[in-house]
């Protein structure tokens, strides 16, 4: 066994809610099976589902086994908790090319791989569940659980009582499909806890009271909170939507982006709570930010590790690249090393001007005055060319007259203009 305690790791961290009684016990006596599940519907995890992704990671290094449950079969019905509407449907063949490429980023923060005992497993709830007919579900599962019982959970009351459209059949049946997967993990991998957030404790609980009533068994059940940012809203969300893992969804630039740009009080929370980084270390962080909160040093380093984590070393240090072309004395050959969807979003929301492939030979005056607005006119432009105040891809332009040709072009088709320290502008070369 590992000489780091569970509990005691993610209490420090401020990541367990509620624990089940028995499971801190079950946890000290032995190594121990404990699975969480993902629903897959989407092809990729978002920063959202990061916190589950995080405990399964303390569970395995703390020396337990974890199993990552995608649920195909629950992502079929639609999960009520936490939800005043009935959710869209996936089909199969949707939900099986999610569970691949989620499998592939968890491949990326759990061990799959190793002859370790407590090596990961992914488990797929449809494979148990797809073959289950209704009649022996009713007759082998819903006869261990009262409708009095299901009825008292929150997630179910709220709906009964007026939050959104009512609750569907199926999605009452979800407390009860989920518990049979606590079972059958229970059954098979000899799986003793599930983990997963607060709003899950009511559907966790069903499962650990099935297996003492069908099978005399223990298992358990331990929650994390639900990760807020400090004003309370929603953590994870952008107003372009969710933070997602994949960089097809969002890039390591934007990813980055979004540590980088957290509140300091969010930022003491989520260094704890998304890195590995131990106890000291995180102290010395939280007082050096302290001493000196302009640097935003707890910002940078929480933005380091996570995009390290996620994406790589090599595209945690472009989007530092990619920052400091907007932010600091970036080079020439820095921006021009960009892709075309990172300097895009670098430099999102600042004026764009369109000029046909027809006008590059002419001079940098005659581009930035009289096929752009850039200046409003060329005797603006020769003094602050003159002022030594005017960029062109970085660098200095010292003689107006300059030729803008094909070889200034970024990713084959833009130039980034700057007049002083803050004003950029992008031309397009359609």
Known sequence: ????????????????????????????????????????????????????????????????????LVGGAT???GDPSGKSQERNLLDEATLRHNQEAIKKQLAKLL??????????RMVNNYDWMKDFTFLD????????????????????????????????????????????????????????IQLGGSDQWGNITTGTELIRRKLDGEAYAITCPLITKADGTKFGKTESGNVWLDPRY???????????????????????????????TIGALIAEHEAAPHLRALQKRLAQ??????HSEEEYRKAVEASSILFGGATSEALHALDEQT???????????????????????????EKTQ????????????????????????????????????????????????KNYYLVIVA
Request: proline residues 3%; hydrophobic residues 40%; contains cysteine.
């Open 250 to 280: 969002t890039s390591p630039y934007k990813f980055y982006q979004f540590w980088l740009n957290v509140s300091d009080e969010d930022a003491k929370r989520y260094i704890k709570i998304f890195t590995l980084l131990d106890r000291e």
């Open 1 to 68: 066994m590992a000489t780091k305690n569970f509990i005691e790791e993610l209490e420090w961290r401020g990541m367990i809610h509620t624990i089940m009684p028995g499971a801190k016990e079950q946890l000290e006596k032995e190594m121990t099976t404990a699975y969480l599940g993902i629903d897959p519907t989407a092809d990729s995890l978002h920063i959202g589902h990061l916190v589950g992704v995080m405990i399964l990671k303390h569970f395995q290094l703390c020396g337990h086994r974890p199993l990552a």
């Open 305 to 310: 590790e996570v995009t390290t984590m996620i």
């Open 137 to 192: 579900f009713i007759r082998d599962i819903g006869k261990h659980i009262t409708v009095n019982y299901m009825m008292a959970k929150d997630s179910v009351k709220k709906r009964f009582n007026g939050e959104g459209d009512g609750m569907s059949f199926t999605e009452f049946t979800y407390q009860l499909v989920q518990g049979y997967d606590f079972l059958h993990l229970y059954q098979e991998y000899g799986c003793r």
């Open 374 to 421: 850039i200046f409003l006119s060329k005797g603006e432009c020769r003094k602050m060319v003159q002022g030594g105040g005017v960029s062109l891809n970085k660098e200095k332009v010292t003689d107006p007259q300059r030729p803008v040709t094909g070889d200034d072009l970024i990713a084959g088709k833009y130039l980034l203009v700057q007049r002083g320290k």
């Open 111 to 120: 061990d799959f791989d190793s002859d370790a005992p407590n090596a990961a």
């Open 343 to 369: 300097l895009l979003q670098v430099f999102e929301g600042v004026p764009q001007f369109t000029v046909a492939a027809a006008d590059l030979g002419r001079s940098f005056l005659d581009l930035c005055a």
């Open 75 to 77: 992502g079929m019905i």
